[in-house]
Each structure stands twice: as C-alpha cells, then as structure tokens.
C-alpha cells in the first residue's frame, strides 16, 4: 500500500526539496506569474513550516498577487510563531502598504514598533522617514482626493514638490500622479523641472508622468546646468536612446560571454546615469570612450583599480577622450543617486 501511494504521489521528494521550491517560486514571481508562485512557496511552507525562506517567499507572492488578506494573515502568523525577522516582515508590511496608500495603517504600524522600542538602532531612521513621509501624505491633496473624489476640490488642490526629499517618497508621489489626471498639478510639474533646484531623479519621474499622460505642450527641463524644451507626449522611452543601446552594446561585446556578473552590474550603471540624465543623454561623447570608462568603473566597483591603461587599448579609444568620458560619468555617479 505504502508502495502504491509512492508511485501516485506526483513529487518526489529529496533532501532540500523546500529551498529548490522557493528558488522555482521566486523565479515565477520574477516573471509574474503570481499564481504558479503562489501554488509553489505554500508547497515549500507545508514541507517547512518554520522556515523563514519558505515563509518571506509567500509574503511576498500574496502581496503582489494581490492577496492582501492572506498576506496580512501571513504577517500575523510569522510574528505570533517567531518565523524570520520580526523587523524584517514588518519593514516588508509596511512597504506594501505604502504602496496600497494605507498611511493610517502604516503609521499605526511604525508607532506600535517604535512604542515597543522594537526597531534597531541602525533601521529606526528608515522607518522615521516611511513614519514623516505617512503622515505627510495623510494630509497631502492626494490622499484627501482619495478619499473624498470630488473633481471640483481635485482641482483646488496644491502640492509642493520640492518637499518630497526622499526618492521613496518621490516614487511613491509619482505614482499617484500617474494613476489622476495630472493637469492641475500641471503648474507644479513645470516649475519643479525647470528649477535649478530639485532633483534630477525625480524630475525624470515627473517626465515620465506627463509622458504616460500624454501631455502635448512644451515644458522646459533643467539639469546639470543645461535646459532644454520638450514635449513630452513626443519623448523616447529612456530605453530607445540609440546611444544606450550603443554603449551597451560595446560593453557586451567585451563582457557578456566573459564575465555575464560584471557585464550586468556595468549595463545597470549606465541604465541608471542614463535615466538620472534624461532627457539629455550623453550628448556628442565618443560611444567607445563611454564604454571603456564604464568599463573602468565598473571593474572599480568589484575592487579591480588600475586597468585603465589595458581598457583604453581594448577598446581602441584615444587617451584624451577617456579622460573626458571618465570624469563626465564619476560626476554623476557621485550626484547622489538614490539608494534604491
């Protein structure tokens, strides 16, 4: 009989079989298949009841497959049974619920935390900012729409978006313009992309904002001491830039077969300058010499100094223009881009 009930049962089962199913539901989940993960992280958890993995996978899945009510089962159930990090479920709680807009539950969350002296030294200005930021929002034009969906008020509301410091509160800000119709907020968007002051970032987002509105009156963007005017409804995608592409492209040629891990660590250095310039790309920089100094940079991330000399021949470009390549990108990988 035992035999029998083997020979039906549709797993076969070996050592490690719950991290191999996480590792396949995560992967699902990469690739949105929410329902596959699902079906694969609550098999892992079933083999493994206490094992945190198994468990932040499924939090996880729940979220983002919309299972809102499951997922908040879930929390509740790892902290009242001591699965995984308690700081580390409710820092991914509370995330998700600033993602869903649910800022009383988010500051109800982060009082109850700080109220219990729970959050360690090194996180408490993390979850003192997500605190801020909440109640911010709480009393910001947009939440108030949200609740209270009155076109008429919608239209009197005033934002200022200089006050949004934090790039996850600027994320989270555009979104939020991009799910309203943005044109009384129109005022606002303009003045913050044509300020010197502001940050570069964000303004990118803001673009994409009135992009994806299709917003079809030129507005005038400053950046790194340069303006231009666009429109944006006519803007490329950050992605279609042909000088992206072609900076890519020279770096693949070099490291994607012989080094992929580098290779993919470069292609998102230059995805994020790119996006952190835009819409103003790398103007008439040699395509070679950008490649060659993200290439340089790049090796320096991973503790290789030095190979600047054996780059520039690699890649058949001129001293001079390294040099001024080179200095371009350090100058704005040092503008402070946001820790994501």
Same mark, same amino acid.
Request: negative net charge; proline residues 3%.
């Given at each position: 009989?035992?035999?029998e009930?083997? &020979?039906?049962? &549709?797993?076969v089962?070996?050592?490690?079989?719950? @991290?191999?199913?996480?590792?396949?539901?995560?992967e699902?989940? =990469?690739?949105?298949?929410?329902?596959?993960?699902?079906?694969?992280?609550e098999h892992?958890?079933?083999?493994?009841?206490?094992?945190?993995?198994?468990h932040?996978?499924? *939090?996880?899945?729940?979220?983002?497959?919309?299972?809102?009510?499951?997922?908040?089962?879930?929390?509740?159930?790892?902290?009242?049974?001591?699965?995984?990090?308690?700081?580390?479920?409710?820092?991914?709680?509370?995330?998700?619920?600033?993602?869903?807009?649910?800022?009383?539950?988010? $500051?109800?969350?982060?009082?109850?935390?700080?109220?219990?002296?729970?959050?360690?030294?090194?996180?408490?200005?993390?979850?003192?900012?997500?605190?801020?930021?909440? *109640? =911010?929002?709480?009393?910001?034009?947009?939440?108030?729409? @949200?609740e209270?969906? %009155?076109?008429?008020?919608?239209?009197?509301?005033k934002?200022?978006l200089?006050?949004?410091?934090?790039?996850?509160?600027?994320? %989270?800000?555009?979104?939020q313009?991009?799910?309203?119709?943005?044109?009384?907020?129109?005022?606002?968007?303009?003045?913050?992309?044509?300020?010197?002051e502001?940050?570069?970032?964000?303004?990118?987002?803001?673009?994409?904002v009135?992009? +994806? @509105?299709?917003?079809? &009156?030129?507005?005038? $963007?400053q950046?790194?001491?340069?303006k $231009?005017?666009?429109?944006? +409804? !006519? *803007?490329?995608?950050?992605?279609e830039?042909? !000088?992206? !592409?072609?900076?890519?492209?020279?770096?693949? +040629?070099?490291?994607?077969?012989?080094?992929?891990?580098?290779?993919?660590?470069?292609?998102?250095? %230059?995805? =994020?300058?790119?996006?952190?310039?835009?819409p103003?790309?790398?103007g008439?920089?040699?395509?070679?010499? *950008?490649?060659?100094?993200?290439? $340089?940079?790049?090796?320096?991330?991973f503790?290789?100094?030095?190979?600047?000399?054996?780059?520039?021949?690699?890649?058949? %470009?001129?001293?001079?223009?390294?040099?001024?390549?080179?200095?371009?990108?350090?100058?704005?990988?040092?503008?402070?881009?946001?820790?994501?």
């Amino acid at each position: 009989m035992d035999n029998e009930k083997r &020979k039906n049962n &549709k797993i076969v089962y070996f050592p490690d079989l719950e @991290q191999r199913l996480v590792e396949k539901g995560l992967e699902s989940l =990469r690739q949105k298949n929410y329902y596959e993960a699902i079906e694969l992280l609550e098999h892992a958890v079933q083999l493994d009841s206490k094992n945190s993995d198994c468990h932040i996978g499924l *939090l996880l899945a729940y979220f983002d497959g919309g299972l809102i009510d499951k997922a908040i089962h879930l929390v509740d159930q790892m902290l009242n049974e001591g699965i995984g990090n308690d700081i580390e479920i409710m820092n991914i709680y509370i995330m998700y619920l600033v993602q869903l807009h649910k800022y009383e539950e988010v $500051v109800a969350a982060i009082e109850g935390l700080l109220a219990e002296d729970k959050i360690p030294a090194d996180k408490r200005d993390h979850f003192h900012r997500l605190l801020d930021f909440s *109640l =911010r929002m709480l009393d910001s034009p947009i939440h108030m729409i @949200q609740e209270e969906p %009155v076109e008429d008020k919608w239209e009197q509301q005033k934002i200022d978006l200089f006050q949004y410091q934090n790039p996850e509160e600027q994320m %989270v800000l555009a979104g939020q313009l991009n799910n309203k119709n943005i044109r009384p907020f129109v005022k606002e968007i303009t003045n913050y992309l044509q300020s010197k002051e502001g940050s570069a970032f964000f303004k990118t987002l803001l673009l994409n904002v009135l992009k +994806e @509105q299709e917003y079809d &009156k030129q507005v005038e $963007v400053q950046k790194f001491d340069e303006k $231009v005017m666009v429109i944006p +409804e !006519q *803007l490329p995608y950050i992605t279609e830039s042909s !000088q992206l !592409q072609e900076i890519i492209e020279i770096i693949g +040629e070099k490291l994607e077969n012989e080094d992929p891990v580098l290779y993919s660590h470069i292609k998102a250095l %230059v995805e =994020r300058q790119f996006f952190m310039l835009y819409p103003f790309g790398m103007g008439s920089f040699n395509s070679a010499a *950008l490649a060659a100094a993200y290439h $340089v940079l790049g090796n320096e991330y991973f503790g290789n100094y030095n190979t600047e000399g054996k780059l520039r021949e690699e890649y058949h %470009v001129l001293q001079a223009d390294l040099n001024v390549a080179e200095t371009f990108i350090r100058m704005i990988d040092e503008i402070s881009y946001p820790n994501l």
